[in-house]
């Protein structure tokens, strides 16, 4: 979480959001979510572009739509939001 909401280093936040989009499972998309119920909107901003850029890069990476999915159902309110954000973050970048 503190590389995801680093607050002095923005380049961190967004390379720690692509890999864990890259990864693509319920847990590493959890930890995204995460940070964007409790970040600001300039890290959420960073997270976006970060998400964004696993997305759009030249190798294939899991379906974070889907993932944001199963996270619809997680225990914890703020996640479900959270991850309700990045699917839509996802909308137009899958292939």
């Not at 319920?26 to 995460?34: P, Q």
């Not at 909107?41 to 944001?68: K, S």
Request: aromatic residues 2%; charged residues 25%.
């Amino acid at each position: 979480m503190r590389l995801l909401l680093d607050v002095k280093d923005t380049a961190v936040t967004r390379e720690t959001a692509e890999a864990l989009a890259r990864v693509g499972t319920v847990a590493a998309v959890r930890l995204i979510a995460l940070a964007v119920a409790v970040g600001d909107d300039n890290q959420a901003d960073w997270l976006q572009t970060g998400v964004h850029d696993a997305l759009v890069g030249p190798d294939g990476v899991p379906d974070v739509a889907a993932t944001c999915a199963k996270l619809a159902r997680d225990q914890e309110e703020a996640v479900r939001r959270a991850a309700a954000d990045i699917s839509a973050w996802t909308d137009g970048t899958t292939r």
